[in-house]
């Protein structure tokens, strides 16, 4: 199975942006529909969105929509997440998770996760 790494997470203040990284290994990346989770202290982890593994399709829950933008660059095995305008119920651990032959869109089941990078947006 792919492994993932997440990066990029760090403590920002409400209103700023920050870019994850989602880094995978293995030569078919391209193959991987790859989504983004996040898990908020107290709650149940929450779908973020989702990439094809072309990179031509892309699904976002309603809450981060016109905020945040998933993107892959399969060149360098990795997906991004750039938030935009965070607010502090953006505070969770981002996970991102791969799949291979995808059988729904948004993707339901996953074959490798990542551990994890921080998020936390101060008021």
């Known amino acids: 199975q792919v492994q993932l790494v997440e990066s990029g997470g760090g403590l920002v203040q409400a209103g700023s942006s920050l870019r994850l990284s989602c880094a995978a290994s293995?030569?078919?990346?391209?193959?991987?529909?790859v989504s983004w989770f996040r898990q908020a202290p107290g709650k149940e982890r929450e779908f973020v969105a989702a990439?094809?593994?072309?990179?031509?399709?892309?699904y976002y829950t309603d809450s981060v929509k016109g905020r945040f933008t998933i993107s892959r660059d399969n060149a360098e095995n990795t997906v991004y997440l750039q938030m935009n305008s965070l607010k502090p119920d953006d505070t969770a651990i981002y996970y991102c998770?791969?799949?291979?032959?995808?059988?729904?869109?948004?993707?339901?089941?996953?074959?490798?996760w990542g551990q994890g990078t921080q998020v936390t947006v101060s008021s």
């Open positions: 998770a791969a799949v291979t032959y995808a059988r729904t869109w948004p993707p339901a089941r996953y074959d490798s």
């Open positions: 990439i094809s593994g072309s990179g031509g399709n892309t």
């Open positions: 293995g030569r078919t990346f391209s193959m991987y529909a």
